[in-house]
């Protein structure tokens, strides 16, 4: 009986400790909801993003197809420019500063986004993360059109815990995991805790009697 509830426990506590260590980080209003950047002629870049921390190993980033009208699917690259193929896709991480990858050369969104159209050969809206020099920390963009150097451009997020040389590091360790698109809230972590909570229970219960605990 001591070492079944010791199992238990120790199940139960891995369970949570994995579910806690997790985040979704959930867009689904209007980007440019307030602004009149869309009725303004030339490209627009807003910001107010959110700032958060962002686990790469674990988080995703979760897009309402409905919102970004992006797609259902991701169609994922992460290189440098020079190297992202010509292909269609609606998300992208720039791993490097620049084409040139010069730490000199001043890089925001607009210049990230420039050097993402160059690339495209389709167009239509997506996203894009890239590394703010200024900042010194990875943001997520939003671009009405990735093919178009007049789109028009909204922060979505700044990863503040990605800053530094740590953070230029962890840039090509982004994957299409990272990233999805989904109308639906993921559930919540107390459901997920407690279904997995109940498993566990029901297991050890189905151990003891079988005399395996």
Do not use: W
Request: with cysteine.
């Amino acid at each position: 009986m001591q070492y079944r509830n010791v199992f238990c426990i120790a199940a139960a506590g891995l369970l949570v400790s994995s579910l806690a260590s997790a985040a979704t980080f959930n867009f689904n209003t209007d980007p440019f909801a307030g602004t009149t950047a869309l009725t303004t002629p030339g490209r627009q870049i807003v910001a107010n993003e959110a700032f958060i921390s962002f686990n790469i190993a674990t988080d995703v980033f979760a897009l309402d197809p409905a919102v970004f009208q992006a797609g259902n699917t991701v169609e994922f690259a992460n290189a440098p420019v020079n190297a992202i193929p010509a292909v269609p896709l609606n998300v992208v991480v720039l791993d490097s500063f620049d084409d040139d990858n010069n730490p000199a050369t001043p890089f925001g969104a607009g210049q990230a986004a420039n050097l993402v159209a160059g690339r495209m050969t389709v167009a239509g809206p997506g996203f894009f993360v890239y590394f703010n020099q200024a900042l010194d920390v990875p943001r997520l963009v939003y671009s009405t059109d990735l093919s178009s150097t007049a789109a028009d451009l909204k922060v979505l997020a700044r990863m503040v815990n990605l800053n530094g040389q740590a953070g230029r590091d962890a840039m090509p360790t982004f994957t299409a995991a990272n990233f999805a698109f989904t109308d639906a809230p993921e559930p919540g972590g107390l459901v997920m805790i407690t279904g997995g909570l109940l498993l566990i229970g029901c297991s050890c219960h189905a151990l003891s009697r079988r005399g395996q605990l």
